[in-house]
């Protein structure tokens, strides 16, 4: 009876409170959501080093890796902060095609409506209004039809690149731009997508004794200006996401979201805000690429939308909302752009092993998450 | 006798051909319990829906505070003071504590909706709020999805409250929960209902925890309010009696004994 007694009395002494470890800095560091990404992004570089006896991070092959993980990284951040309020969009690579189609056309044959020669600048902007106008048809078709937006995005995959090929061959009878003036050296405007950044870099490299090329001069001048596009909307997208009002909304409307709006979030808002974003991105993915190699065709952005999602969920991002991490979209895209430069480094592989590898991690990422889910809500 | 917080006349809800309420009456008054009773089907939820400004009654009228109020949506009724907690609804459990203590209504500096988050006042808020109401939060950046159902159901009073809801609804609060966590919820309400100024709508089929922290009772069946009163007024017999719909427990013994 005493015996029964006693241990009728421990759990009085005991608070709910008391049950919550209080984990130290490291400890919190090893569970943070970033975490599985950025473990595989270290044996990625370690292995794509050593494999590529240094090449790939020589100043080129730097300079060709950092141009790749910034494309994937524009796009997937946009994906990402879609994915965590919930919904996807399939139609990012085909707004790329779209963008890439509507730009060149208009700097080959002059602006809609006989408005006369287009500058790099006007043909960005018109093309932007057009890409966010269908960023905006997206989002309020599936806020007010409450279809998924998979199958709605679906869609526009395939009306959006049917819709580039029919103007291209409209406009310019043939699917494809080239020969288009080099804007970038000329154009101030074309050189934000198409020049060059990170000058004082390669300068540096080369003051210290590397950058050399075989004559003896400094080898590389800079990385592709799409980089600093790349770490301004990361930064952007981070402080909105974690440190403002609008990020805690993105939170909530993935996570549950008639709660969300029982609560007065405007979740409607925020999705067809976050459809324009991908467009968005998209559009900056596409003028970086148009300004870069002064070209497009109707192929351009082909599969980009499932790289994009699948970069956001190696970097820890849910499929099912609620939950998701800049930080770790930025590991996911360099761990992807290396490996998909890899064979340009590694003689001895072809794109299909970057596929392979693909399908191997995503996989791998599928079930970290899972875990991670499981871990924050206690199972639920 | 003080002027209800909020009362309801003769109220009528029809779905179609089907009579969910047929004219109602309830008055409930501040710093009181007001349990509302009866069977599977008999209303309450409808009832308190209407409350909300989920539905719009047919006919009959609600006023707060003596004057006639219409409520087209649940924000009209929570600008009105009247703070529903659903059992599911109205929690995010991947969100931080005080994320969900400020959903919506998130304190911040600069611009809507770009403004930069206040966090360390909303985490000491929160933690203040959650304190007062019973239960210590260690952290406030705690997932929801970590918390027993006992103290999600007291974060989402303490937020009602916070944000001034004079009128507290609780549909079934306790169903769900365990022995210890059901106590706990009642200890919340006792607690809320010591401030003195809130009133609190209870629904439950637990006779038992009715009659522990109601001060008022009305009982429904098939959409009509077959009996009221206080405390002191209504036997435990009656009470009893009444939940059950009106039948006689004596004849739901034979019935039982028949079969
Ligand atoms: N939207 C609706 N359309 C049609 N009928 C409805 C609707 N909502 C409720 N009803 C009907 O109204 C009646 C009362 O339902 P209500 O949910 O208010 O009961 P309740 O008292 O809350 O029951 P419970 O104790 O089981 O929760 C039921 O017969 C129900 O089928
Ligand atoms: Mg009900």
Not at chain 1, 310 to 318: D, F, R
Not at chain 2, 64 to 77: E, I
Not at chain 2, 100 to 110: A, C, D, S, V
Not at chain 2, 166 to 180: C, H, N, R
Request: glycine share 10%; hydrophobic share 50%.
């Amino acid at each position: 009876m005493s015996e029964v007694l006693t241990t009728a009395k421990t759990p009085a002494l005991r608070t709910e409170a008391s049950r919550l470890v209080q984990r130290g800095r490291l400890a919190k560091l090893i569970r943070s959501p970033e975490m599985g990404a950025f473990v595989v992004m270290m044996v990625v570089i370690i292995a794509i080093a050593i494999a590529s006896k240094g090449n790939a991070f020589n100043p080129l092959g730097l300079k060709n890796n950092l141009s790749i993980i910034a494309q994937f990284g524009i796009i997937a951040t946009g994906a990402c902060l879609l994915m965590i309020a919930g919904e996807f969009d399939l139609s990012i690579g085909s707004m790329i095609g779209f963008a890439g189609m509507s730009m060149t056309l208009m700097l080959k044959w002059g602006l809609p409506f006989g408005l006369g020669p287009a500058t790099p600048m006007s043909a960005f902007f018109i093309t932007l209004i057009f890409t966010l106008a269908w960023g905006w048809l997206i989002g309020f078709i599936v806020v007010r039809s409450k279809l998924s937006s998979f199958i709605v995005t679906l869609s526009f995959l395939f009306f959006l690149r049917g819709l580039t090929e029919v103007c291209f061959r409209f406009i310019n009878q043939s699917t494809q731009v080239s020969g288009l003036p080099n804007y970038k050296e000329s154009d101030w405007f074309a050189s934000m997508f198409g020049g060059e950044s990170f000058h004082w870099f390669y300068n540096l490299w080369y003051t210290l004794g590397g950058n050399v090329n075989q004559l003896g001069n400094q080898w590389v001048t800079g990385f592709d200006a799409r980089v600093v596009w790349w770490l301004v909307l990361s930064g952007i997208a981070y402080f909105v996401l974690m440190k403002t009002q609008v990020g805690s909304w993105i939170f909530a409307t993935g996570d549950n979201r008639e709660s969300a709006r029982a609560n007065g979030v405007p979740v409607d808002k925020v999705r067809i805000s976050l459809f324009m974003l991908t467009a968005f991105c998209a559009t900056i993915f596409a003028a970086c690429q148009v300004f870069d190699t002064n070209t497009a065709d109707a192929a351009k952005g082909n599969l980009k939308e499932l790289e994009a999602i699948a970069i956001a969920v190696v970097g820890g991002t849910l499929m099912t909302g609620g939950f998701g991490s800049i930080l770790g979209v930025m590991f996911g895209a360099i761990t992807f752009g290396l490996v998909a430069n890899a064979v340009f480094f590694i003689p001895a592989i072809d794109g299909s092993y970057y596929r392979v590898f693909v399908g191997v991690v995503l996989l791998v990422a599928v079930f970290l998450n899972e875990s991670v889910r499981k871990r924050i809500t206690g199972g639920i | 006798m003080s002027e209800p917080v909020i009362s309801a006349k003769s109220l009528t809800k029809r779905f179609g051909a089907f009579t969910a309420l047929n004219g109602i009456d309830l008055e409930v008054y501040k710093g009181e319990i007001h349990a509302l009773l009866g069977d599977n089907g008999a209303g309450k939820s409808t009832l308190i829906k209407i409350l909300s400004g989920v539905h719009q009654p047919t006919s009959g009228g609600l006023f707060v505070d003596g004057k006639p109020v219409l409520f087209q949506s649940p924000r009209d009724a929570t600008n009105a003071g009247i703070g529903t907690v659903y059992q599911d609804l109205a929690l995010n459990p991947l969100m931080s504590v005080t994320r969900n203590f400020f959903m919506g209504r998130e304190l911040y500096t600069g611009v809507r909706p770009f403004g930069v988050l206040r966090m360390k006042e909303m985490d000491e808020i929160t933690h203040a709020e959650m304190t007062k109401i019973g239960i210590n939060v260690s952290d406030p950046a705690q997932a929801v999805g970590t918390m027993s159902g006992g103290q999600r159901q007291t974060l989402a009073i303490a937020r009602a409250i916070y944000f001034g809801a004079k009128v507290l609804i609780l549909d079934e609060p306790t169903s769900a929960l365990g022995q210890k966590q059901q106590m706990e919820v009642l200890k919340t309400m006792m607690r809320v209902r010591a401030y003195g100024n809130i009133a609190i709508i209870f629904i439950t089929h637990n006779e038992v925890h009715s009659k522990l922290v109601a001060d008022r009772f009305t009982f429904l069946a098939l959409g009509e309010v077959i009996g009221k009163g206080t405390k002191a007024s209504l036997a435990s017999e009656d009470i009893r009696h009444l939940m059950a719909g009106g039948v006689a427990m004596a004849d739901l013994e034979h019935e039982l004994a028949a079969i």
